[in-house]
């Protein structure tokens, strides 16, 4: 550590601030962060100045976006003859205006920035909310999805089941759903998406949505990205083509709302994986030839018993209802038991 360091304080101040342009750019890496750290320890003096840059612009209000980045792009330029006898007080100025939009610094190792939050439901609850910039949220039944909300963004992860989002558009932070290998990103929308496993369908009732596969590898061209609108649906199912689009009315996208599921051509499965999230006793299928089964149509969350009742009508299995389990099994099998 070089405690020795003749380095002019107007320098030092100018390099702490562009410490502070770098740790908060979209670009910065580890290898940022590693390559401050050694900074800090070259002089004790380095880190007590990015302190009260740090300081100094926590307690400034922000300037619009074109001033702020019209004085970054200013400040970050190398440094001219004139830093080296401006006096400090001026010299801290210029450099804490530059910087006073960063009220929320993205680099969480300084100041933790990004709000997280979890929500769920339990079996058979529907939740209703609101997310801190007014995005309003429908959960579904058996749901959790994540948030993490900072000055610059606005990301969501479902986890598993369902949700609807009334998103308040603000093209400065963009609001992004993940949901598997699949990224959601609004454009002044609502929409509705359904995770079941890794399966995941979108609906769009307003507005649009970019919806990215994120399995695509680098390089590789836009197939892998969608930009759909209201009245469209997008299945996406690992195991096959990747994804695929269809139709759907706003009515059938937010169906389970109303105590209505909702499904168009997809696995049995799938389908007893969503009821699952609203039975008070767990489906089960016994064989997995029942998994390769299509099912089109409506299911009411509070008569899913009248439903199984009548499913061995339309499908080649047998309905075991007992008091703690429901079992599907091969009509042409034994019930395992």
Do not use: C
């Amino acid at each position: 550590m070089k405690t020795g360091s003749k380095t002019n304080p107007d320098d030092m101040l100018h390099v702490a601030a562009d410490w502070w342009v770098r740790l908060r750019a979209q670009d910065a890496t580890d290898d940022t962060v590693d390559q401050w750290l050694a900074w800090t320890l070259e002089d004790p003096r380095h880190l007590a100045t990015f302190e009260r840059i740090n300081a100094f612009a926590a307690k400034l209000g922000s300037l619009d976006t074109v001033s702020r980045q019209s004085l970054i792009k200013a400040f970050t330029k190398p440094a001219a003859p004139v830093w080296r006898w401006m006096p400090l007080a001026a010299a801290a100025s210029v450099a804490v205006v530059a910087l006073s939009g960063a009220v929320f610094f993205a680099w969480t190792h300084l100041t933790p920035s990004i709000s997280t939050q979890v929500y769920n439901s339990a079996i058979a609850q529907n939740r209703n909310f609101t997310l801190p910039d007014g995005t309003q949220v429908a959960l579904g039944g058996a749901s959790t999805m994540t948030t993490q909300f900072s000055k610059d963004q606005r990301s969501i992860e479902l986890k598993n089941g369902e949700a609807f989002f009334q998103v308040v558009h603000d093209q400065s932070r963009p609001f992004t759903v993940a949901a598997g290998d699949i990224s959601i990103r609004d454009i002044g929308t609502a929409f509705d998406v359904r995770r079941t496993g890794e399966r995941v369908t979108i609906a769009v009732t307003q507005g649009r949505v970019e919806i990215t596969d994120m399995t695509r590898k680098p390089g590789e061209s836009r197939a892998g990205t969608l930009e759909v609108s209201a009245g469209q649906l997008v299945s996406y199912d690992p195991g096959s083509s990747g994804m695929t689009v269809g139709s759907i009315s706003p009515e059938q996208a937010t169906a389970w709302r109303n105590d209505r599921l909702e499904f168009i051509d997809e696995p049995l499965s799938v389908v007893i994986a969503n009821l699952n999230r609203y039975s008070t006793r767990p489906l089960y299928i016994a064989d997995g030839d029942l998994d390769k089964l299509s099912y089109t149509g409506s299911i009411r969350t509070d008569a899913i018993d009248s439903w199984l009742g009548a499913l061995p009508q339309v499908f080649p299995l047998r309905v075991s209802q007992q008091a703690s389990q429901v079992i599907l099994s091969d009509s042409a099998h034994p019930v395992h038991r």
